[in-house]
C-alpha cells in the first residue's frame, strides 16, 4: 500500500540529492562526519566511543534524581530531556 503523502516529483528530487551527498560522503577525505584514516579498527576511536556512552549513561542516571531535569522535561514534554547541567556532563563539556 502505496498511500506516501509526499508527491512522487518531490521524492525522486530528495532522492537525487541523497545520492549526491552520499557520492561526497564516498570521496576520501572528504567526510566531516568520518575522522579521515580508516578508523574502524582504531582502538582509540573505540575506546572513545565506549567513554562518551559511559558518559551519558552516567549523566542520564543522574538525571532520574535530578529535580531540574525533572522540571526540564516537563517544560518541553520531552521524556528525555535533561537540565543545562546535566546536558553539558552528557555531552563531555
Ligand atoms: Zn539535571
Request: with cysteine; net charge negative; proline share 8%.
Amino acid at each position: 500500500m502505496d498511500d506516501d503523502p509526499v508527491p512522487s516529483s518531490h521524492r525522486a528530487r530528495k532522492r537525487t540529492v541523497n545520492e549526491g551527498v552520499r557520492r561526497l560522503l564516498d570521496t576520501p577525505g572528504w567526510n566531516p562526519y568520518q575522522p579521515r584514516t580508516d578508523s574502524t579498527d582504531d582502538p582509540a576511536t573505540g575506546a572513545r566511543e565506549a567513554l562518551r556512552q559511559v558518559r551519558v549513561e552516567r549523566a542520564e542516571d543522574a538525571a532520574k534524581a535530578c529535580p531540574e531535569c525533572e522540571a526540564a522535561r516537563r517544560e518541553s514534554g520531552d521524556s528525555t530531556d535533561l537540565c543545562a547541567r546535566h546536558l553539558a556532563e552528557a555531552m563531555g563539556l
